[in-house]
């Protein structure tokens, strides 16, 4: 009898575990979910939600943190960098300045462009002093790296200026090229805004010259004083007809940027001949 129990509880064991492993089959295929499997998943998520939720806030908060506080550094790190870049500049332009003798030389105007025409950017500026500041017409304008044009208009407080490299001079620049002890006269007669040079031509072929010669005002017809520089030989040869030389000068100032300058009121030499005729 006792052996047939036994045998009895093992077939029930079998089946219960065969009825076990049916349900799980059937809920591992089945895609909707009873409703203690919801009970359970949505007490669960919902758990997981009143923990996550602070969690996820204050790290949220922290990298917010974090994350604005290196984006605000960088932007003040660019901010930092351009404004040492500027006054580098600033800095090495004004050291020029100082070292500039001719704005003591020709009693000097100093001012500033006030304005720029795009589409007559390397043909004339404004600057901000006129006639009552004592600016006439012709008057030579230049910065600390050289000269850059002559004032052609006049008003009260401003004034017009037309470059050396404009398209619509009426007369040309007169020159002198120093080539060793020797001056080589020349007018100039365009500027190349492709190569950003002036172009001397009808040079004598007799006349030597060369690479790095030091170009810089006649004095003669313009009414410019004489002397003032304006840039280096880079190139010569011939003309295309091959009559004459043609020169080439790299300006020693930037003329696509200009900030402050100087008008030239008058040279040593005009003032010493006032003085004297008084």
């Known amino acids: 009898m006792q052996k047939f129990f036994k045998n009895n509880k093992l ?127 012709n008057m030579a304008v230049m910065t600390a790296d050289g000269l850059i044009g002559r004032v052609t208009k006049v008003n009260q407080f401003s004034s017009q200026v037309d470059l050396l490299s404009t398209n619509t001079r009426t007369g040309k620049l007169s020159v002198n090229i120093e080539h060793d002890s020797n001056n080589v006269f020349g007018l100039i007669d365009r500027y190349d805004n492709k190569n950003q040079e002036l172009i001397i031509s009808n040079i004598n072929n007799k006349d030597k010259l060369s690479k790095g010669d030091k170009v810089v005002t006649s004095g003669l017809a313009d009414q410019l004083p004489s002397d003032l520089y304006i840039g280096e030989v880079t190139k010569v040869e011939n003309d295309e007809y091959g009559l004459a030389k043609e020169v080439r000068v790299k300006t020693g100032a930037n003329l696509s940027d200009i900030n402050h300058v100087y008008v030239a009121k008058s040279d040593a030499n005009s003032s010493a001949e006032g003085s004297r005729d008084n």
Do not use: H
């Open 11 to 137: 077939i029930v064991v079998l089946c219960a575990i065969i009825v076990f492993i049916a349900l799980i089959g059937l809920s591992l295929r089945s895609q909707t979910q009873s409703p203690p499997e919801q009970y359970v998943g949505d007490s669960v998520s919902f758990g997981q939600r009143v923990v996550s939720y602070p969690v996820n806030f204050v790290t949220g908060a922290i990298n917010n943190l974090f994350s604005s506080n290196k984006a605000t550094d960088n932007k003040k790190i660019k901010q930092l960098e351009a404004k040492n870049e500027k006054l580098e500049a600033e800095n090495k332009s004004l050291k020029k300045e100082l070292d500039m003798t001719d704005a003591s030389k020709y009693d000097a105007i100093s001012g500033a462009v006030i304005a720029r025409n795009p589409d007559q950017w390397m043909n004339t500026v404004i600057i901000d002093k006129g006639k009552k500041n004592g600016v006439r017409d």
